[in-house]
């Protein structure tokens, strides 16, 4: 079974500053995706940035980087300056068996304060 | 006009009311997927869909019913619910079954009464 661990309730941060979000994980698939994804308050899940596991870099998405630590089985997302904009929850998911169904961690909520 | 777009965004309803959640993609992704996602707790799957077949179904309530007529269209069907399904439903969609990314909706946001 898949597992997603997000040890940080709550995140806070100023403005233009850099944040990282953690995020563990478990799985006996060898193959597999690792997401985040970013819920405003409006609901929507918004997806920010994949990782494959056997992606030998570590994806970038604009201010999204993700921080893919494969034998500590970490996944951590790094925002770099942080705007207002970026006060959401953020959940990190995984996929596995070659599926994209997905399964999520509780999130982390980060307030970003001016 | 969003990719993913789920109706109606806030519903109230009685445990004797039957009621639908609508979801429509514009993407034109082959496969479709239902989330739960209750307070304090990480989303659920409830539902896969993969060219209008359902290829999983983790053990949702049969009062839960999914339907989906085509590659585009996506229901959930809900029927003498109890108060504890009230949550925030999320409705997905990906290329492919395979490790592609999920897009998804502003959700529905149902409450039990």
């Known amino acids: 079974a898949q597992k997603i661990t997000q040890t940080q309730p709550g995140m806070f941060v100023q403005e233009k500053e850099a944040v990282t979000l953690d995020c563990t994980y478990d799985?006996?698939?060898?193959?597999?995706?690792l997401f985040w994804y970013k819920q405003p308050s409006s609901g929507e899940m918004i997806f920010l940035i994949y990782q494959g596991s056997y992606d030998q870099q570590n994806a970038t998405e604009g201010r999204y980087s993700l921080n893919f630590q494969k034998a500590r089985k970490s996944a951590n997302l790094v925002i770099s300056a942080s705007q207002l904009g970026d006060s959401a929850m953020y959940f990190c998911?995984?996929?596995?068996?070659?599926?994209?169904?997905?399964?999520f961690g509780k999130g982390t909520m980060l307030l970003v304060s001016p | 006009e969003t990719g993913v777009t789920q109706t109606p965004r806030h519903l109230v309803m009685g445990m004797t009311n039957k009621k639908s959640l609508k979801c429509e993609q514009h993407l034109g992704h082959n496969a479709m997927y239902w989330y739960k996602q209750s307070a304090k707790k990480p989303l659920e799957l409830m539902f896969v869909y993969s060219l209008e077949e359902r290829v999983e179904n983790n053990s949702v309530p049969s009062r839960f019913s999914p339907e989906c007529p085509n590659s585009s269209h996506l229901f959930l069907h809900l029927h003498t619910l109890q108060p504890e399904d009230s949550a925030l439903y999320l409705c997905?969609?990906?290329?492919?079954?395979?490790?592609?990314?999920?897009?998804f909706g502003q959700g529905t946001r149902l409450t039990v009464v």
């Open positions: 799985t006996s698939d060898p193959s597999y995706g």
């Open positions: 998911a995984m996929s596995s068996r070659g599926y994209s169904t997905l399964t």
């Open positions: 997905a969609s990906s290329q492919e079954l395979e490790n592609t990314e999920a897009f």
